[in-house]
T-cell receptor, first 115, second 112 residues
Framework: DVKVTQSSRYLVKRTGEKVFLECVQD?????MFWYRQDPGLGLRLIYF???????EKGDIPEGYSVSREKKERFSLILESASTNQTSMYLC??????????????FGDGTRLSIL | KQEVTQIPAALSVPEGENLVLNCSFT??????LQWFRQDPGKGLTSLLL?????REQTSGRLNASLDKSSGRSTLYIAASQPGDSATYLC???????????FGAGTQVVVTP
């Protein structure tokens, strides 16, 4: 079974802090994704990566950056956290290549609160 | 820009009734449509994936239909149980990398 692990279930940070959210998958997947989930809006794609050191912006990349130095790890970075980034963050991975039918496997999410 | 809508936002049914969940999308140029389940505080679990060339997909008590030309999908859950209580999300795949565009979800409560 694919396991996608997000390092924290709950996180509380202060405005202006630099925040790192970590995601690790154990199935040698090439594609990894970061979403945020807000009530009434569903999941929205922030960034995705299709290979080590490769990244592409999703629908809402403003205020975020990502890092993928190793295949199994994809980090989401909030350079200067703001209260409107309080949300549930979900990481996902899929096998790789250009395969639209490959299922995405999700972690349990990190609920981030910015005070 | 693709928009995915799920109506209603919430639904409550007594145990044993059939559940009907609706999903609509604005652009018919999709690779596939997926239905996910999300339990409170958890990630998403994939339930069914319907290829763009398919009309329906079945798994146990679940059946999903797809009418690509009209931009609609319906998820049927037969003989609902309290364990079916969860949020159900639909998503369409919009490019060859597998990027998903999600609806906001329908929160389902099945009462014993």
């Amino acid at each position: 079974d694919v396991k996608v692990t997000q390092s924290s279930r709950y996180l509380v940070k202060r405005t202006g802090e630099k925040v790192f959210l970590e995601c690790v998958q154990d199935m040698d997947h090439e594609n990894m994704f970061w979403y945020r989930q807000d009530p009434g809006l569903g999941l929205r794609l922030i960034y995705f990566s299709y290979d080590v050191k490769m990244k592409e912006k999703g629908d809402i990349p403003e205020g975020y950056s990502v890092s993928r130095e190793k295949k199994e790890r994809f980090s989401l970075i909030l350079e200067s956290a703001s209260t409107n980034q309080t949300s549930m963050y979900l990481c996902a991975s899929s096998l790789g290549g250009r395969g639209p039918d490959q299922p995405q496997h999700f972690g349990d999410g990190t609920r981030l609160s910015i005070l | 820009k693709q928009e995915v809508t799920q109506i209603p936002a919430a639904l409550s049914v007594p145990e044993g009734e059939n559940l009907v969940l609706n999903c609509s999308f604005t652009d018919s140029a999709i690779y596939n449509l997926q239905w996910f389940r999300q339990d409170p505080g958890k990630g998403l679990t994939s339930l069914l994936l319907i290829q763009s060339s398919q009309r329906e997909q079945t798994s146990g008590r679940l059946n999903a239909s797809l009418d690509k030309s009209s931009g609609r999908s319906t998820l049927y859950i037969a003989a609902s149980q309290p364990g079916d209580s969860a949020t159900y999300l639909c998503a369409v795949t919009t490019d060859s990398w597998g990027k998903l565009q999600f609806g906001a979800g329908t929160q389902v409560v099945v009462t014993p």
